[in-house]
Structure formats: structure tokens, C-alpha cells
């Protein structure tokens, strides 16, 4: 473990690109000290002294102001607590026995000072800044919240080195850190590879290393439907590629879990009308049935948005979902739907002239995830659309957000969608599973998430970022060398 | 080890592909159970019974015939018995205690009979064939040499399995298997990426699994020079990255030996007069030196091939190679010379003049290589070169051997090579490190080596093929998943 994160660490693989969404540019007041350290992603402002205090593994702690808020009842902090003595320490072989400081000035301590009581899960508005003070003999982080404090002792353990003798060292500094963008997301797709719970929690420990803060889970596709519905049991026993591959309610709680104690929010995926072939496996009359020259012919389209039944069915569905997630946002698709099947379909042409859509199949969707949109709402969920539920919107819910994610004038779809006032997530340039022959991360880097025509006001509406690594030809082999280290 | 050595077997990625290399097409008698149980690459014939042994970890054990050539004193075999043992055991968690089998027949030893007295090194024309018969209560491996036993091992390993109650089991079968090529190697670039040579012990593992049986070592290039020369310390000292990447000559025995034992033979590169800017660096006077209209530029080119200073340098070191490697084979490069600088050499001109070379420098180039070749032959090894110097050639060594690289008319440029009457050795069509967005494999499984116009005996002159994983983007971070798993 300790291992992988060093060379995570001295590696800024092809995802820690995402500094962009960390750091303003031009911003850090001397980087120079942080450089050579490799701190990463670069805090906002970082003065790193000549004067260097010495560390020992059996002296040093992590200890609590007494005038923090959070103090040693807060789970979060102990457990970081714990994980960063590892990190620092823990990959270094040492020995018990009497230390014996020849010269200098020792570290003793980093005592952590937070300004509000212990959080439960972070939220897109959860402040993560801190200030660091690394002096002899305690270092000081201060933060207004857990997050931060979690951000501010990745920081902490990042400036810490052996000098030429092996003796752990650090330099004073004084730090100064928040992010650019509340959003910094990675997208894992379970739905066309199953990852096992243990390889998300690898991508989750890098996550952390690198501060970002949201995982994207699309948990389920056309292909395969993983998830374990506590409520419909059938959708991954018939669905899924095989009983093995599924995310039992306590593989859920686990990843939520591991996440949250590393400042990280999950955000589920459930990706309708289309995208939705496994569903169909396990709850009848829920897709589309098409036909081929007014025959029904045996295959099935997207979710068919005609029928009460749907609704019903995924009424109880999200409602289940709201509870299972703890965060505020349901990501509900609406992406790639195909109109062919609903266009064969005579009972959907009849549905589409009552409501006088004629045959625009734009304005059914745009039906269909309205209606979706609204249960969410109900739910006190927020939804996340990608970006054709707002390009093919008639009626589109206040506060939803859309994700951009195709390629082709990404910067005018930012345009668009901030000038009617919603708020985006970039992540079209950042399409991590589409790789070349070459250095695609020099494009990732230069990525500029704010660089759209629009108003200031505009462009604030830039909740952040995701690199997405769809799944189709990735899985547990290759994951973690394609997030972080592909070159 | 056992774990990812799982991993390799039931995901046989991009590599295994070099199917082509090991079975010809059509020809496997019975693969219905052996594509059940994986086997790979699919041997020659495949008879599996449906009747089943049992093993106990306990009871089995690997066995000399009385009448082997090749005893217990074999090391070869007495390693790849400690080998297979626990890749076929130790993967799976067992414990001590008495055994009973309830019902059926129990496999108890794998019995080995060597034709041949223990050998020392693989070479290009080792018999690999082996034939396999396993029946209770003992299965018998017969092999012309170790090096067909350690392949029939690999398959033996290959065919056991856990039945639903977890014994350890295998089908009576009969298996007979020898190579079509007897050139199955993997190119590794250390020059572009130091690997460290604990990835460099993996690669071979891998290669064992897949019955491959060359590594050719592309050990330097113009970027870094980290082989440790004995008598030309300064090559690595000035020209590796570092002087923690470099190759030691205890590393490189460390190499040789771990692919001896496993059946592989090290085919070190040592490429010139190109690809040679790091060894500039250590060896005065080795390089030409550019001009820039009649100016000395500053910067050098290729080997400066009108010194008797440069062959006698080369001649001491490759005199140092031909002893430090046992390979038959030194692969003396020859490919991508850049001209320009050689043209800008007045120096360089007036030899070409004195030896009617006028201003062909492909002439040039074709004296260089047709020199060293020489020298390699004269060292009782054989050369191998890159396409490029049979191109150009104007005196060429006969018994060199071709390496074709460049996948514009591949085919046609092994058809030329073998109508000379050269050994030809495919690589154009499996550069591994030209990734793509979706599934290269299938073009790799797709080639046909012997496929291009040329008459039969033109055909077998084809040793085999070679995957290229070029260093340019490849280093032990991402080496594994783009060799063997990749999709």
C-alpha cells in the first residue's frame, strides 16, 4: 500500500493532470521548494524555509487543539490519523530502540485545529481549505472542517522526506491551500467490466492522494447490471454477468464507507431511458418492445416512458437509491438514447400524438427525464443529466446539472448550458479510456475548465471536473495503470 | 505470483495472441475440453477424457523415470518441479492434516522422461516437443530435452483444476505439442524506460506461462546507456539515467539465469550506428561529429564508421558481449540511420569518395554493418539485424539474420529476405506499444507469419516473431497490463 502510493505519488500519472481543477493558475506565490518536494497537486501558495526539522517515528503524533472543534471523538480524523502516520513512517523500515537527535530541531508534532465539529459525509459545498505551519516543535494545520484537515495532512505527509542519511525530514513551511473548483470527479464504470470491491477502494486511496473528491459511479449498463436492489433482487440475479459480480447493500456501504472517511462523495449513476439493456432482464414491460414492420420483433429499446408502470417501478427504484446514497446528487443519464425502437412502436407514436409531440422523440425524452427529474426532486435529491437531457429539453428541472462530455465545441455546449443558468461539470476533455500512441496527458493538462465565451457569473457555474474511464475495454488489469499511470 | 500467474492464465491479453507462433492453424486434433480448460497456448493435439483423478497436495509429487537422461541432478528440472509444484498448490489455501479420497482414482506423480542428458542453455534449435499422457495413479511427461519437459510442465500445470468442492483435480488426457516456430521472443526497451530487474523477472514469468521462449534485450539506446560494461565503465557511468539505472553484470547474470532456467534464451541488442547518443557520452571520439555549414555544430550522429578507432572499441566490446551472453544470437541493430549528419562530415565525404561510395550513404552504412557483422561472426555468433541493413545491403554476411519491423509491405519484405535466402523474423505486425481505443488483439491473433508470396522452402525460412513493447511510454508502471492484459 504504502509502496503503490509512493509511486503514485512521484508518478503525476496522466490524471493528476486534474490540477487544473485544483489550483488557479498562476496563483502559487513560490513554488520552487514545492517542486522539488513534489507536492501534488501544488497547494495555492506554498513558502518552504531552508530550515529543516527532524522527525522520529517514535516521538512524533498527530494531536488535536484543545480548542478544535473536532477533537478525539471525531472518527475521520482518527482514522486519517492513523493512515498518515503510515504513510509517513510506515514504508520505511526502522527499529525499535533509543533515538538520539544529534543536532537540530525536532518535530513533534502536528497539532490539528478545526474551526467546526466533526462532519458526517462532505458535500459539494463542504469547505476544504486549510493553513499548514510546519515550525518546530509543532506544526500547526488549521481548518474549517474535517475535509480540509483531511486535505491539509495529504499536504503534511507529502513534505516530509529522508535526507541523505535516512533521517525523516521536513521544512518549515507555511501552506496555504484550497481548491479551485468544489467538483474534482473520476468516473469508474462497472456496468461493461465488473471491478471488485477491493480495486475500488485502490482507486478511491488514489483519489485521496491526489485530492480529488467525487467518484462517479456508473454502476450499471447495457451490459451488466451489478447493483443489488434490496427492493428488486431480480434486476442483478438475472442481470448481472454473474452472481459473483454484484454489489451486495454491504459492498455498497463499504465503498460509501472508505470513501467518506477520505473526504470522498459517491455519486450513483443510474443511466435512463437509455443505456439500460440489463434492466430489462429482471423487471418485465420496463423497456420498449420494438417492432419490425408492425411485428413485434423479439428485441428491446430504451425504457418505455409511456406506461404508469415504469413510473411506479422506478419511483420505488430511486427511492431506494436516495437512501442507499447518502449524497445530495443522483446522476440519472439521459444520455445516447436510441429513438429507432420507440419510433416502431405504435403505442408510442399514439402516446406522442396525444401530448402533441408529433414526432419529435426529442420531446419524449425530454418527457421522460422531467418526470425523472421531478421523483428526484421529491426525494430531496438533486439530479445530474449528461449533456443531451439539456440540448433536447422542453421542460428541464431547475438546479440540475449537466455534465459535458462530448468533444465536438465543448466549450460552446458550456456556453449554452451556464447562460440558461445551470450549472456544469466538464469532463468531455478528459476521456481517460480513450488512449493513443504518445503523451495524452500534456492535453489533459492544458485544459482550461473556465476558457468558454460567457460572463463571469457564467463561468462560476463551473461546479468543477471528471475524467471518465468507461469500461468497455478496462477492468481490474488495467484500471489503475490507465487512471494514473499511462503515459 | 501464483495470483497474477492465475490472472495471465484465464486472460490470455494481447499477447498470448502469438498463438500463430506456437500451434498451426488447424491443426489441434480435439480442443473442445482444452478450450474449457484454458489451456494455452492450445497445444498441438488435445485428447481430454471426461474421466477425472484426484490430487492431494500431500500425496502428489513430480518424478524422474528411471531410464531420464536427465536425473535429479538436473537443476532445470528440479527448479521447474519446486515451480510448478506451487503454482499447482499454492494458490489455493490448504492444510495439513490426513487426506481421504472418497471415491475415484487419485494422481500421485507426475513421472518425467528426459531423451537427452541435461542441458545448460535453450537455443534456436532445441527440441520443445513433449508428449503428455495422463492416466492414475501416474501421469508420464516424455521430452527429447528439459527444455520440451518444461513446456509439458507448463501444460501439465495448466490442466489441473478445482472441481465445485474444491479437489484438486484433472481429466485423463493425452497431449501432444511442439512449436511451429522456434522463435517465439518479446522485445524490451531499456534503453527509452529503465526496468528494474525484479520487472524484468515478471516479464520472463509471463513469457514461461505463454510458452514464449527469447527476450530480446534492447538494452540501449540513444537515450540512456545502462548497461554496466566491464571494460568500458564510462558507457553507463556517462550515459544511463542514472547510477541506480543501471544494469550491474550481477544483474545481468541474474537475468540470463532466471530465463535459463525457465527455457528462455537473452538475446542482448547492442544497436548501432544509430540509436547509439548515449554512448557519446562515455566513449571520446566514438560518435561523427556534425557540421553546420562547414562549422562544427556541437552536436553528433551516428557511429563514426571511417575510424579504425571506433572498430577497435567495438571490437573490445563486443568481444566483452559474445562472453557475457551465451546466446548464439547478437542483435547488432542497424536500423533509422540519419544520413544528415554523416553529409555534413567532410571527413566522412572524402572516405566515401576513396571508396567509391560516392554519396550513397546507404553504401556507407552497408560497410558499417557489413563490418561488424564480421567481427560478431568472427566470435562464433550470429548477427541479426533490422530490416533496414538487409535493404541497403551491399556486402552481407550470409547467415544473418532479418528482422522486419516496418508494417508497410511487410509482406513483401519478408518475401525478399527469404528469396535472398535469409532467415527471416516477424515483428512489423505486433508493436505492442502502438495502442489504440479498442481491441488491437484481434489483428494480433489475425496474422498469418507464413502468409506472403514466396515458395515453401522461402516460407520456412521464417524462425518465428517477435512482439515489440517499444520503452518510449513504457515503464514498469504500465509494462505488465500493455504485455499481457490489455484489451
Known sequence: ??????????????????????????????????????????????????????????????????????????????????????????????????????????????????????????????????????????????????????????????????????????????????????????????????????????????????????????????????????????????????????????????VIEYARIRGIRVMPEFDTPGHSRSWGKGQKDLLTPCYRKQVLSGTFGPINPILNTTYNFLSKFFKEISTVFPDEFIHIGGDEVDFDCWASNSEILQFMQEKGFSKNFTKLQSFYVFKISNMISAMKKRPIVWQEAFDGRDKFMPGTVVQVWKIEDYKWEQSLITKAGFPVILSAPWYLDLISYGQDWKNYYEVEPQDFPGSDKERKRVLGGEACLWGEYVDATNLTPRLWYEI
Open 1 to 254: 500500500m504504502a509502496m503503490e502510493r509512493h509511486g503514485w505519488r512521484w508518478l503525476p500519472g496522466l490524471l493528476a493532470l486534474l490540477a487544473a481543477l485544483v489550483v488557479p493558475k498562476g496563483w502559487a506565490r513560490d513554488t520552487s521548494g514545492a517542486e522539488s518536494l513534489g507536492l501534488w497537486p501544488l497547494p495555492f501558495a506554498v513558502d518552504i524555509s531552508p530550515r529543516s526539522l527532524h522527525l522520529s517515528p517514535n516521538n512524533f503524533f498527530f494531536g488535536h487543539s484543545p480548542t478544535s472543534k473536532a477533537g478525539s471523538s471525531c472518527e475521520i480524523l482518527q482514522e486519517a490519523f492513523r493512515r498518515y502516520y503510515d504513510f509517513i513512517f510506515g514504508f520505511y523500515k526502522w527499529h525499535q530502540g533509543s533515538y538520539q537527535l544529534c543536532f537540530g530541531t525536532e518535530l513533534q508534532q502536528l497539532q490539528v485545529h478545526v474551526e467546526s465539529e466533526c462532519d458526517t459525509f462532505p458535500s459539494i459545498s463542504s469547505n476544504e481549505s486549510y493553513v499548514l505551519h510546519v515550525k518546530g516543535p509543532e506544526a500547526l494545520l488549521r481548518a474549517n472542517t474535517v475535509w480540509g484537515a483531511l486535505r491539509g495532512l495529504e499536504t503534511f505527509s507529502q513534505l516530509i522526506y529522508q535526507d541523505s542519511y535516512g533521517t525523516f525530514t521536513v521544512n518549515e513551511s507555511e501552506i496555504i491551500d484550497f481548491p479551485r473548483f468544489p467538483h474534482r470527479g473520476i468516473l469508474i464504470d462497472t456496468g461493461r467490466h465488473f471491478l471488485s470491491v477491493k480495486t475500488i477502494f485502490k482507486t478511491l486511496d488514489a483519489m485521496a492522494f491526489n485530492k480529488f473528491n467525487v467518484l462517479h459511479w456508473h454502476i450499471v449498463d447495457d451490459q451488466s447490471f451489478p447493483y443489488q436492489s434490496i427492493n428488486f433482487p431480480l434486476l442483478s440475479s438475472k442481470g448481472s454477468y454473474s452472481l459473483s459480480h454484484v454489489y451486495t447493500p454491504n459492498d455498497v456501504r463499504m
